[in-house]
């Protein structure tokens, strides 16, 4: 079992930034595979950004550029730096090892 518990949501005016994290726990084989997603009011879940499981780091198109993931493998914890941000980032964050997810944390962002 894997417990995720994202944190860091807020919100922001556009230009601004912030940084989520996700706590990880329990039987947690590496912080590889981890990823950040987002759902919007009305979409689909959307990939953002992502480690991948051989290796390198995936980002949407929408993102690159702004947003960063980074973990720290002594704290198991995965991190979004996200910059510039822009109204269309508002949603809720999802932090995920598949098939585990966490409750998200909200990301609101006004104009």
């Known amino acids: 079992q894997v417990r995720l518990v994202e944190s860091g949501g807020g919100l922001v005016q556009a230009g601004e930034s912030l940084r989520l994290s996700c706590a990880a726990s329990g039987s947690i084989f590496s912080l590889n595979a981890m990823a950040w997603y987002r759902q919007a009011p009305g979409k689909e879940r959307e990939l953002v950004a992502a480690f991948m499981i051989r290796g390198g780091t995936y980002y949407a198109d929408s993102v690159k550029g702004r947003f960063t993931i980074s973990r720290d493998n002594a704290k198991n914890t995965l991190y979004l730096q996200m910059n510039t941000l822009k109204p269309e980032d508002t949603a809720m964050y999802y932090c995920?090892?598949?098939?585990?997810w966490g409750r998200g944390t909200q990301v609101t962002v006004s104009s």
């Open positions: 995920a090892q598949l098939p585990y």
